[in-house]
């Protein structure tokens, strides 16, 4: 497979999938259905990611605040996950995907956590595209996470104050040591004409670079996937130096 180059340089492509809802109320459908889409669009990302040799694509599916929503959606989210890994499993696990989840996703219904952890130990192996779903994910809890991990070891004395770096922060992230260091996304993508983050990846969005469309997740196809990442090579990243 050949591996993904661009210049500047794209290591990792998040996406904030959203309009799910809206692409289904304009066709006067359930939400959950627009669900379904979206997740049919997801399928189709990660096949062209890998294809391109990308060597990481991170989703965000359902965030520490999507809870508020409906229990039939929220019930139907996580029932379509159970979907994506039993209609696809087999097929990532060939083309070399490793699935890793970032998120606490100890509360997600007991049918979705199982098929996940089937997604993690069957792909574990794998050294291609890592796609990394974050569930049940917010940035102000993983940091908060952080700190209380940090404050535990400085409080036993395993670490001092001055040891407490931007790297070890970075480490104690979901994105971190957990999850073989994910390195921080070089582009964040969000659909549907918002544009925000929406509590995605905070810390580690410092020097992303942001592109939003106006195309709701459900209509995003990999040729639209792909103009956006041609954009990005017209980017000039500077991280704070100069050109
Ligand atoms: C994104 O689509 C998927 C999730 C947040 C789970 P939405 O469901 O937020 O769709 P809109 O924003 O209501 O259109
Ligand atoms: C962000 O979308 C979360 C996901 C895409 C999973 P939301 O639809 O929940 O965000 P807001 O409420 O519009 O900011
Ligand atoms: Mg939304």
Do not use: C
Not at 37 to 46: C, F, R, S, Y
Not at 191 to 206: D, I, V
Not at 226 to 242: A, I, V
């Amino acid at each position: 497979m050949s591996e993904f180059e661009k210049n500047p340089p794209l290591t990792h492509v998040a996406i904030i999938m959203d309009g799910n809802g809206r692409w289904a109320k304009k066709r006067l459908l359930p939400r959950v259905a627009g669900h379904n889409a979206g997740m049919m669009a997801m399928k189709e990302i990660v096949r062209r990611s890998a294809e391109l040799g990308i060597k990481y694509l991170t989703v965000y599916a359902f965030s520490t605040e999507n809870w508020k929503r409906s229990d039939e959606e929220v019930g139907g989210i996580f029932r379509l996950l159970v979907k994506y890994v039993d209609s696809e499993l087999a097929e990532i696990t060939k083309n070399n995907v490793r699935v890793r989840v970032m998120g606490d996703y100890s509360p997600v219904p007991a049918p979705a956590r199982e098929s996940l952890e089937k997604a993690l130990e069957t792909t574990a192996d794998n050294d291609g595209l890592v796609f990394t779903i974050a569930l049940n994910y917010g940035s102000r809890a993983e940091i908060t996470r952080a700190v209380k991990s940090i404050a535990k070891d400085v409080k036993s004395g395993v670490i001092a104050p001055e040891d407490v770096t931007e790297q070890l922060i970075s480490s104690r992230l979901y994105t971190g040591e957990e999850n073989g260091n994910i390195p921080d996304p070089d582009l964040i993508i969000r659909t549907s004409g918002e544009e925000r983050l929406s509590n995605f990846m905070l810390w580690q969005s410092a020097y992303s670079e942001l592109e939003f469309t106006d195309v709701l997740w459900p209509d995003f196809t990999p040729e639209v996937f792909e103009k956006m990442l041609e954009e990005y090579g017209h980017r000039e990243r500077r991280f704070g130096g100069r050109k």
